[in-house]
């Protein structure tokens, strides 16, 4: 290779490396999940394999989806699947070019509750399904349809095929000033066989923290390309507050009292009261084992079918002294998809100078944190919960494929890491 030959590549690597970085929080969206209306609860959306909560899938795997609807009234629901771009806007293909069947069907399989105080209707769907076929990898948008066919809310998944290895580390922040608040990621994506003409280009990455789709990092750049193997091992670029463990409580037991719930009683319908829970932003770490914001649907009060699930209002409480300048608290967690908004905003008791809110939810085990948000819908968990490096958090690399010529993006790879082995 000619001096000119090096110098241009040269170039054109640090221009594509300025550029990614330019942009390196972010991605403009045009497809934003719609977030489900207050009638609407305990949305499942995950793959058919044990202990896991997201819903990404191998191509030719399934995934399970289910709601309730509070209205319990059968309403005729429809869904949509629709094939999406690394940047989560719709791509140009056929729907025949990415499923075998239809693209929009009804929800067939729905029944009401039984032997409960709050009535519901309970819908369910798998994906693939004998009407519907996914046939290529990408980024997937479910939208729930009612019967005039208005979108009501939707969901995000990934559907892979493993063509490349991806090794994930997680290391504590080399940057002084964050080093007990952050943890930093680094990681490798091995090629292997498959042919890349241009890896500045051609491969892209999406880097998150527990799934949740509001720390999503987008453009970021290989800093090193060796052979057939792409090195992400910056200081410190692909950062991340650790944020702090989640709290929890459980009502598979909801007339009885528990760890974390202060009192239960029968109104209307089943009333759970939590402790008061208390600030910890300037506290000391403490382990706190969580499922990262997640939940589960369980029973134990008799039957364990999903209709004779119960629901409970759950009473939240907090105490603090943070100065919000003029930011909005919220309960905060996968139950409702990491979004924000009225329904989990908590609203402040002059009486008892604590910030409140009630919410519904179905028997089972859930995660959450008290967040603030500022008008922009901006997040900041540390707030009110603080931020130490010592948190338990789990760090995923999805990898897309997209080269000149190629109608579709694929995604080609997933890897993780876990912050509960700190590589420094």
């Known amino acids: ?74 309403k005729i629901y429809y869904y949509r699947i629709d094939h999406c771009e690394y940047n989560w806007q719709k791509s140009s293909l056929l729907s025949t070019e990415f499923i075998a069947g239809y693209q929009e069907d009804r929800l067939r399989d729905f029944e009401n509750s039984f032997n409960t105080l709050q009535p519901y209707t309970h819908y369910t769907l798998q994906i693939p399904n004998r009407d519907m076929q996914l046939k290529i990898s990408g980024n997937y948008l479910l939208s729930v349809l009612d019967q005039y066919r208005n979108t009501v809310f939707t969901r995000r998944f990934i559907v892979y095929q493993p063509l490349v290895d991806v090794g994930v580390s997680v290391h504590r922040s080399r940057n002084i ?43 970021i750049p290989p800093k090193y390309v060796n052979n057939n193997q792409l090195l992400y091992n910056y200081v410190s670029e692909i950062s991340f507050w650790g944020d702090n463990e989640y709290l929890y409580f459980d009502t598979k037991e909801i007339r009885n009292a528990t760890n974390n719930i202060r009192q239960t009683r029968m109104l209307d319908i089943f009333n ?28 134990l009060d008799g039957n364990q079918s999903l209709l004779e699930t119960d629901y409970s209002l759950v009473h939240f409480k907090l105490e603090t002294t943070a100065e919000l300048n003029g930011k909005d608290l919220y309960v905060f967690g996968n139950y409702n998809n990491w979004q924000i908004g009225d329904q989990n905003k908590m609203i402040y008791n002059n009486k008892t100078n604590l910030f409140e809110l009630s919410l519904p939810f179905k028997q089972g085990f859930y995660n959450y944190l008290y967040v603030a948000a500022d008008q922009q819908g901006k997040i900041d968990k540390k707030a009110i919960e603080g931020s130490y490096y010592q948190t338990e958090n789990e760090y995923v690399v999805v990898v897309y494929f997209k080269q000149f010529g190629d109608r579709f993006t694929q995604v080609i790879g997933i890897g993780s890491g876990n912050s509960e082995i700190l590589r420094n």
């Open 1 to 74: 290779m000619n001096l000119f030959d090096q110098n241009f590549q040269l170039i054109h690597r640090l221009t594509l490396l300025f550029f990614g970085f330019c942009s390196f929080t972010g991605i403009a969206q045009e497809i934003i999940e719609i977030a489900e209306p207050s009638h609407i609860k305990t949305v499942v959306f995950e793959a058919n394999s044990k202990d896991t909560y997201i819903p990404v899938i191998q191509l030719g795997q399934k995934l399970s989806f289910s709601f309730d609807d509070l209205e319990g009234d059968q």
């Open 177 to 219: 000033e964050y080093i007990n608040q952050k943890q930093d990621v680094e990681f490798r994506i091995n090629l292997g066989n498959l042919q890349v003409r241009n890896p500045y280009q051609d491969i892209q990455v999406m880097v998150l923290k527990n799934w949740d789709w509001n720390s999503a990092l987008y453009n």
């Open 272 to 299: 759970t009261f939590l402790y008061i829970d208390q600030e910890r932003r300037n506290m000391p770490y403490t382990v706190y084992p969580d499922i990262n914001g997640n939940f589960a649907v369980r029973n």
